[in-house]
């Protein structure tokens, strides 16, 4: 995983939101999830960033495009190549377990964290769900004892 300055991140959300073409489809979505700060503040996956994870994971915005009635979509693989020490973690992904891995797998359905940035006050992630051609951001701001998510954008890929 590379992890990019805050500037890049911030150019590459503008073009997710940005893109109105016939080819993409912006969706926006501003929520109000907060999870408890811990003073860590470097890129290392920690518990602060798994909640971080699920919570992302699990907007409605994607519910459309996980497919969960098709038993082939099934299980949920969360690639992160980046942290061995997460490996065979599980979170919730809506009403299904999902595991975090650090190789793809051919079975199931595979959403790989491109990437993680993390500064002591915003923590944004890049998703990619090849399956469905979509990449999805979350960006979240330290609000005094808890993280909040700011915003939720996703871009369908054709």
């Not at 501003?30 to 860590?40: F, M």
């Amino acid at each position: 995983m590379v992890l990019l300055s805050h500037s890049m991140v911030t150019v590459f959300m503008i073009f997710m939101t940005s893109c109105g073409s016939a080819n993409h489809k912006s969706i926006v979505d501003t929520a109000k999830y907060s999870h408890p700060v811990e003073q860590n503040t470097n890129s290392k996956v920690d518990s602060v960033i798994i909640s971080l994870i699920e919570q992302s994971i699990n907007s409605e915005k994607l519910l459309p495009y996980y497919h969960f009635e098709l038993s082939e979509r099934l299980p949920i693989w969360i690639l992160l190549e980046a942290d061995k020490s997460v490996l065979n973690k599980k979170v919730k992904c809506f009403d299904y377990q999902a595991e975090l891995i650090g190789t793809k797998k051919a079975e199931g359905s595979v959403i790989e964290i491109v990437e993680i940035n993390r500064s002591e006050s915003i923590i944004e992630m890049i998703f990619k769900y090849e399956l469905e051609g979509i990449v999805f951001t979350s960006s979240f701001e330290k609000e005094k004892t808890s993280w909040r998510m700011k915003s939720f954008n996703l871009v369908e890929q054709k």
